[in-house]
């Protein structure tokens, strides 16, 4: 019960930040085509959560690895959809409480570089030559 509290909290701080800074379902629909089709097949995975808490020190290093950039554009596929530009070193506290609930995406802002955590707490990231997400 206290977990469910403070889940429901962070996210609603979560919110609170990004309300802030941009509206989050404007921003999600300006920047949500910009992201590619995420195919699971076509990606090694890794687990972010392992059943009691997430793995932060896999999901930064996945950021460190993929999102090497001062900002980065995250989308959570929640309803409603959330969309933000952060600094990098907030991505981590900003899409930790949606980990297992919601499908994320995170990009550098030239959409050459992706990160992708499922809503079944595995992630994944890529690069690409081109902004189109695919290579």
């Not at 990231?125 to 997400?133: C, F, I, K, L, P």
Request: glycine share 6%; aromatic share 10%; hydrophobic share 40%.
């Amino acid at each position: 019960m206290w977990i469910q509290f403070l889940h429901h909290k962070a996210k609603a701080l979560c919110v609170e930040y990004l309300l802030i800074m941009k509206p989050s379902e404007t921003y999600y629909d300006e920047i949500v085509l910009n992201f590619p089709t995420v195919w699971p097949e076509d990606h090694e995975w890794i687990n972010v959560h392992d059943g009691q808490a997430i793995k932060e020190n896999i999901i930064t290093d996945l950021i460190a690895r993929y999102i090497d950039e001062p900002e980065a554009l995250i989308i959570v596929h929640s309803e409603p959809g959330i969309g933000a530009k952060l600094q990098t070193d907030d991505v981590l506290n900003f899409i930790s409480p949606y980990i297992l609930d919601s499908e994320i995406q995170v990009s550098n802002p030239q959409y050459n570089s992706f990160l992708a955590i499922l809503k079944i707490g595995v992630a994944t990231g890529w690069r690409t030559s081109t902004n189109d997400g695919n290579g």
